[in-house]
């Protein structure tokens, strides 16, 4: 499909919260692509700017931002610029979110990973009890206040046009036992699912359809580096879950944000590419 055939989000104004690398940043220049202006936000500059860059290689305009979407206060900041640079937001991508990557994290992974693949005593893997208060609360001030901080103020622009998509980033963690390794993660990611589907009730009629996509494994350089430092046996642990025998690209992924925020009559659903892993 050439770029000219895709401009289907033509004169539509978006924003990508957590842009500045992985999926989200492949997730604002395809939503470029299809014509969007697109805004941007993160706290990681550097990488941030690059996204920016790409946008703007893309042919659109672009609007790169630092926020913390934990504070309500960055996030009301940020809505306040856009208004400004844009004057309204049609669609917003809630994909900032901390996820499970720090030594003790891959500890926990590549030990369920095991549990789940091989031969071994059913027992208790100790991940909930063992965590700390501090674990817990950080991933719900990202994966879940700062959907609803976002959600809050794009709303306060959307429902007064009628017109607007939301995209939820969710995961298989939110409504699977695929990542039992990271309860923290899970909580929050069905957190989100079940925010999606109370606000895609509540805003449906006002023409604003709220969505969530929920990923499985993500070809990101984070997970590039993990698989390589996993080796070979226990990558191939992994792929006993995997139908599909590969994690889905960013691209992939990206491409379904796009359908989401075009013309579909889709609310409220959670759209799962996962290769095969939760069927």
């Given at each position: ?38 805004m ?44 400004e640079?844009?004057?309204?937001l049609?669609?917003?991508?809630n ?27 059913r ?8 965590m ?24 306060k ?10 995209i ?51 070809a990101?350089?984070e ?7 996993a ?34 009559y ?8 996962n ?5």
């Open positions: 499909m050439t770029q000219n055939q895709r401009k289907n989000l033509q004169g539509r104004v978006a924003l990508v919260t957590g842009a500045g690398r992985g999926m989200g940043g492949a997730i604002a220049i395809d939503l470029a692509m299809a014509g969007a202006h697109v941007i936000c993160d706290i990681d500059m550097p990488a941030l700017e690059q996204t920016r860059a790409a946008v703007e290689a893309a042919g659109e305009q672009c609007l790169a931002l630092r926020c913390d979407v934990s504070s309500s206060i960055e996030v009301d900041n940020m809505f306040a610029a856009i208004a640079r844009f004057g309204t049609h669609i917003l991508v994909n900032a979110a901390l996820v499970p990557n720090r030594p003790i994290d891959v500890e926990r992974r590549n030990k369920h990973y095991a549990y789940i693949t091989s031969p071994v005593p027992q208790s893997l100790g991940f909930t009890s063992h700390s208060d501090e674990d817990w609360h950080r991933y719900w001030d990202v994966n879940v206040h700062g959907v609803f901080y976002c959600t809050r103020e794009a709303l622009l959307m429902e007064p046009q009628r017109d607007g998509k939301i939820n980033i969710a995961s298989i963690a939110g409504f699977s036992a695929m990542s039992a390794h990271s309860p923290n993660y899970c909580a929050t990611k069905g957190a989100v699912i079940a925010f999606t589907k109370s606000v895609a009730a509540e805003v449906a009629g006002a023409n604003i359809f709220v969505n969530a996509m929920a990923p499985g494994g993500v990101t350089p997970f590039t580096e993990y698989f390589a430092a080796g070979k046996e226990k990558r191939n642990q992994f792929w006993q879950v995997v139908p599909a025998g590969r994690l889905g690209t960013m691209q992939e992924y990206a491409s379904t944000v796009t359908y989401l925020a075009g013309d579909h889709l609310v409220g659903q959670v759209i799962s590419p290769g095969g892993v939760v069927i």
